[in-house]
Every structure is written in structure tokens, then in C-alpha cells.
DNA sequence: TATGAATGAGGGTTCATTCAT
DNA sequence: TATGAATGAACCCTCATTCAT
């Protein structure tokens, strides 16, 4: 609403306009989720949030599960953005130095541990927002995540122990299994938080997801099938 | 419905026929899933196809959460009795012949895959189920897991590269954070389904659960750190 | 049903339009009211009622309790419009030939039997009504009560013996009072009705709410305090 | 079950077993009722409360509605004893100094507003009490509620301004009108309070109820008809 | 393109009461 | 008389989505 009080509002007219709009709802999500539940986030309060009309970010998202999917993209994006560079540098490095602190499988715990809403979109991706979507918003997603996976995924194979082509793309495939099993236990509900603190013996269920993570890495690339049956 | 009429419902009194009941509900809760998704169960449902009234679940359950909490209590139960000889053996065989065919990654992939119910509920055991019960049952919960962890926890423990205390426990929880991300990953809905299948290029999305959790597993055992930095 | 079938139903967009679909809604819950007791009517049937879907009645209406205490308003204030100037000519009339049947309290007695819908809203007001609102909306409520009271509250005032400021105001609330519960006590239930009917013993119970209602106002007023302890 | 585990628990036998157990769960109604709404009294808390079995009170009363119909009994009954010799002297008194702080409109309020437990089921009694219950029930409450009045009903009606044949009656039956009226407005929910508070403007609609009660009781009284139109 | 009024599907849960034991 | 397992009716409200304007 403050937007359109202060007169800022416009009509998306141009492409570029609409592409304003399209990521004015997109942050407006983020923030919205930033704060409550998937289930609890609503799209009338993300247009709300927006200071647009509820119907408007319908005009731009089919679904409330199409636009977090996209939300997903756009930081699946940034994340491996950050991640080809840093990959290449910590492979190099850990060829030289193994078991060194800066390692891959420490990069990419630590900075997907750093995205609070990669961390929380991640898990219901197939689990919710895959659920109801229609063939071609899934085609285009899959599509998107397959280029963008792929510099990484490159990069990864060639450095993993006897990487054959496509290595890398199941790397990374398990590597984001890994990912969402892990987010979803280290992260309890109230409840299970509270059993576990009350006794000492559920400790073990506990889970630091960075060092997790980093470990299950770790174990993933050492072990990696060097030579197939 | 059915035993009622066949006048075969009794009213369960003793502790044995409350198990009895408690079972049927179970039961029928199993049956009706096994057709529905989670959200698609309904409690009435469930109690229809037990054969007793809408409220009578509830006197074995407190929520819908608590009732499929248990039927995956159970599932796991039998899952991991079948596991302990098996892991065993496995371990053994593996030590002989390594990459045979008979290791254990393998028996595992198999052996959950063949339970359609624990699949399923998998998945669900975080990101819903643990969400609504209270510090109690969630207590409970977590202590049997414990238990029921224990000995298969401490054969793998032996079998894994400087198997350490604990080192059991870890790899349970990194296996079931594996098979929680590779479940949902392999089950595409059906919209995804027909993307992935409509382009070539999106082929390595489509993911066959046994293969992928089996070299997952077999990479996480090769892999496990065998000394500590 | 019937006006959107009919092809007369139309989005409300302007702030007329939209004070006639809540008027629309509001007759509807007096029609629906008029029939079944206050937990017997449904917001659904109130809906269906209206001609409207299930979910339309709350865009105008927070909770079932925030429409009913609308239509207790709306009542009142047609009520009290009716009573402001019967009650001058009443009060005068009174002066000249006391104890007349053109008094105050007949006046007052017979109008309020005249309503049936504020006859039955009237006893819910406290006790059921008022106990599921937030507080913004008991303050409006209280307010607008406040305004609809002070004429009539200003006119009593002149007539009361010895009318002291505020006493108007008491006077009002004392007779609220006393019509909750005297409607209450001569609307038994059937049961009660049948109980007292079978036992002539019992015919006091048996109350006529205007005969009752008119000499309890009337020794109100005669007995109204004419100067202070 | 306190009762029952010290094996202080007896199978009511004899006809005082039988009012001693009766007695129990009215206690107990009490008991629980003093802490929760009327609605929030469940009767399997109320024979939890009692230490018997869930299905026990039911023994006793035929419904909810009846055990808090005993209840109220008792304590109206408890109430008219307490009232008939202070009725009395404060008449007595009331004759010898008007206006004093004795009379007998005091006293009532006083002694109401002193009994909490009949406060809060006096505003039940015809809204939902006698609402579930069957005819015999609703005559025997009838006409025992007569027998207590009588004596009550005489002192009264020897004090009244013109005192009639039934003239004491009527005048119970309208302070009862008053009571209810009165209780209920001057207990408002938490909302409504919150709401009066807010604004000095609704001042007047924050009812004290001994002040109310003896000043409306005193009018009724004054103003009483002493001679029939 | 934007609006926002209207839609309508959807279900876990409580609890007074019954009745077999 | 007492038990407690079983019953089953009953319902407000949310909110993603649509579509007339």
C-alpha cells in the first residue's frame, strides 16, 4: 500500500516494467516467508506485502506454487552463481591440501547454511511446490535448473575420483537429496526440540546441519565409484 | 462397517482386545493410504474402513499425526528387524566379495523400496508428522526410534571403515536423510512426470530410487572417514 | 440461489452496492434467525439464505457473532427511532392522565413484544453475542449504542422523578436489564412450558412478558430515587 | 480416583450411599465449575473430578443440564435460607429507618453477589438449563423452587407497599428478571471489558452489580402499585 | 493491466450420552 | 450399581483462485 500511497505506483506497461512488478511480488514473497510458515503465508498477504491488488500476482504466477517455485529458482541461481567460482578454487585446493578446512564439501554446507530461504525452500520443493504446478511451468523449471546446474555440475566432475560424464549431475542430484533430508531433521518442530532437550540420551538426534552436511559430502566424493562393476 | 454388521464387533475390554483395536485402526489407516495421499486421508475414512465410529480412532490416537506417527513407528520396527540378520550377513559378504551384488547398500535399497508404506511415510516424517504432536508423543517417539536403532546401528557400526561409537547412529541418520531427498526426487508428480519425459535432455532428472540410494549408500560407507582431523 | 439464478446477482463495487449485500446478508440471518434458534442457524444457511456463497457472508462479517450483533444493532436503533418520539408524547400524556394505558411502559412494553427478531437477539446480547468478538469491535458496538441511547436516554431523563444527569442512561440499562430477563422467563422451553401447564400450582411461573414487563417499568419509574442517600 | 485408589470407594447401596455419592458429583460439578465456563465443563472432567467412573453421574442426573439444574437448586435453596429471617428483621428495620444501609434491597444484592457459584448459574437457568431437560424434570425443579419461594414470597409480600395475595411472588420473580439482567451485563467478556476501558466515553456501561441490584431492587420496591388501575 | 468481490471446497475434533459387561 | 469403550453428530472459517469490471 505505501507504494501506491506515495504515488509510485504504476501500471506495468513495457516488458521491463513487468519484470519490476514480477520481482516487487517475488520479494514481497520472501519477505512474507522470511516470517511465517509455507502454509501460513498467504497471497493476499504477499500482495499486501507487495501493495498490489490480491488478484495481481496471479497475473504474473499461475499458482502461489508457481511463484515460490520461481522464488527457488531465482535462489538456486544465486546460490550456484556463488558456488562455480568457489567450487573450482576449493577443488584446487583441496587436491593440494585434503582434508583442509576449505574444502568443497565446507563451501557448499556453509553457504547454502548462509541462505535462510534456500534453506527453507528447498524441502518442499518436491514435496509442495512441485505438487501443483502444470507440465509446462514444470518443463520450463527443469529446463532452467538443468543450465543452471550444468557449470556446476562441470566443474564438479572434474573433480571427482575417476568423474565420467554425468558424474557431476548426479553429484549434485544427490547432493541436494542429502541437502533436504538433513535441512528437515536438523530443523525440529517445537515439540520434537523440546523432547529432544529433555533427555540427554536423544542428543545424538540433534543434528548441526553444516557439519552434517559437510560431512555425508565429504564421505559422498571420497567414496565415489572410481571404476563401475 | 462390515464387522459390525457381521456382528463380529465386541467391545474391546481387556488390555488385549484395546491392542486389537488399536491394531484394526491401524490397520485400516494403512489401507486407506496406501490408496490416498496424506492430506486425502481423512480420520472418517479411516474409521469407516476400521469398521467403527468417527470418534473411536481417536481414543486409540490423539491426532491424525499421532495415528500415522505409530503406523510408521511400526513400519520402521519391522523394516530394521528384517535388516539386523540381514546387515549382518551383508557386511560380511560385502568384506568378502567387495561390489558384489549382495552388499549391503544394496539390501538396504531393496529392502525399503519393497515397503511401499514406509516410502511414504518417509518423507512425511518431518516435514508433517512431527509438526503436530505434542512434547509426549514426540518423546516417545524418538526414544523407541532410539531402541529400535540400537542394534542396527551397532552392525553397521562394525562394518564401517574405523568405525567409531556413534559412528552407527550417524549413518542411520545420513542414510535416512538420503532416502528421505532420493524418495521425494524419485517421485515426481505427475506433471513433473510428463515434463521430464517430453525432453530427452531432462532424462538424468528421472531418477530410479533403488540405484540411486544404493550408490548414494555404497559411497557413504567407501567414503566414511576412517580418521578424524 | 434464487437472485443469482435469476440472473439478478451482481459484484458489489461500489459502497453502495456493497451496503446492499450486506443488508442482503443481514436480512437473510434475520429470516434464517427467525426459524431456528441462534446455534441451530449456520452461516452456511445464512449464505444459501442470501443468495450468496458460503465464504461471502464473512467478507462483510467477521464471525457469526459479529453479523448477529449488526442485526442487534440495526434493531435497536429501530426500536429506539420508534420509542424517542412515542416516549415525549408518552411521558406528556402520563403527566395529564396517570396511569393511563397510553404509559411509558406500555409503550415500551408493547413495542419491544412487537419485535420478534430483538425479542429473541436481545437475551443473547451478553451472554452469548458479546462473548466472541475482539475488542474493536465491542468498541464500535458500545459506541454505537452510546449514540442510539442518548436522545431516548435525554427524553426519559425529563420524565423521571427527580431526573438527575445520567439517569436517563441508568434508567435505559435497567430496563435492558430487566427485559433479558424477563424474556428469558416467559419464553420457557417446551418441557417447561408443559411442566407448568400441568400443574395449576404452578401458573405463576407462567409470565406475560408485556403485562409483566409494563409494571415492573412502571414501579421502576414511580420508584425511581427522587433525591440522594 | 484419589478416593478410590485409598479404597475409600463404596457401591452406594443403601438410599444415604445413594445421596452421599449424589452429593459427590455435585460437589465436584461445583468444583470444576468454578474454575471453567459452563460450556467447558465436560462431564467426563466432572466425574474425574468426583473420582468415579465417566459414566457414573449419569446415574445420578439424567443429563448436564439436570446436574446443573440440582445445583442451582441447592443453592437458590441455600440462598432463601440465608434470606428469609434477614428478609425479616431488614423489612422490620427498613420500616423503622428508610434508606438505611440495612435494608433489605442491600441485603439481597449482598447476599447474591456473595454466593458466586449462583451468580454464574442464574444467568443459565432458563437460556440453557432448562433448554435439555424433560418434562418431569422441569416440574419437579418447578415445584420445589415453589416451595422454597413460599416462605420468602410471604415475608416479602407482608413489606410491600400494598401488599396482595401473590404480590410477593411476582415480586421474586422480577428481582430474579433483575439478577439475571443485571449479572450479565455486569460480567462482560474480556473483549467487551478491555473495550469499556478504552474509552471514558462508555464509562456508564460498567456496571457495578450490588450497586445496580440494590438501587433497581429499592425503586421496585417504592414504586410498587398500591392500588390496581 | 489491475482490481477486489465472490467463490466454495474441505475435515479434524469434542463430548454428551449409551450400553455391553 | 459401576464402568469405560464406543458412538456420531455437528460446524466455523480460511484462502487459493476466478472473473466481472
Redesign the interface.
Known amino acids: 500500500m505505501a507504494d501506491r500511497e506515495a504515488g509510485k505506483f504504476i501500471r506495468a506497461r513495457s516488458e521491463n516494467e513487468k519484470d519490476l512488478r514480477r520481482d516487487q511480488v517475488l520479494d514481497a514473497a520472501a519477505r512474507v516467508f522470511s516470517r511465517d510458515d509455507y502454509e501460513a503465508v498467504t497471497m493476499a498477504r504477499v500482495a499486501e506485502e507487495a501493495g498490489v491488488a490480491k488478484g495481481t500476482p496471479y497475473r504474473y504466477f499461475a499458482t502461489k506454487e508457481a511463484l515460490f517455485l520461481e522464488l527457488l529458482t531465482r535462489e538456486i541461481g544465486d546460490w550456484f552463481a556463488e558456488l562455480v567460482p568457489v567450487a573450482d578454487e576449493a577443488a584446487v585446493a583441496e587436491a593440494a591440501i585434503a582434508?583442509s578446512g576449505a574444502s568443497l564439501p565446507g563451501f557448499v554446507a556453509r553457504s547454502l547454511s548462509a541462505r535462510p530461504l534456500l534453506t527453507r525452500l528447498l524441502?518442499l520443493?518436491?514435496?509442495v511446490l512441485?505438487?501443483n504446478?502444470?507440465?509446462?511451468?514444470?518443463?520450463r523449471f527443469?529446463?532452467r535448473?538443468?543450465e543452471t546446474m550444468a557449470p556446476v555440475a562441470a566443474t564438479f566432475e572434474r573433480h571427482l575420483p575417476g568423474g565420467r560424464a554425468?558424474d557431476g549431475?548426479?553429484f549434485i542430484?544427490?547432493t541436494?537429496?542429502?541437502?533436504?533430508?538433513?535441512l528437515?531433521?536438523s530443523?525440529?518442530?517445537a515439540?520434537?526440540k523440546?523432547?529432544?532437550g529433555?533427555?540427554p540420551?536423544?542428543a545424538?538426534?540433534d543434528?548441526d546441519f553444516v557439519q552434517?552436511f559437510e560431512?555425508?559430502l565429504?564421505?559422498?566424493?571420497?567414496?565415489?565409484?572410481s571404476e563401475h562393476?
Open positions: 582434508g524441502p520443493l518436491h514435496a512441485e505438487r504446478i502444470d507440465v509446462e511451468t514444470a518443463l527443469k529446463r535448473l538443468a554425468g549431475f548426479s542430484l544427490r541436494h537429496a542429502l541437502a533436504i533430508g538433513l528437515q531433521m530443523r525440529p518442530s515439540a520434537v523440546a523432547a529432544l529433555s533427555d540420551a536423544l545424538p538426534f543434528l552434517e560431512a555425508a565429504g564421505a559422498l566424493i571420497r567414496g565415489w565409484p562393476p
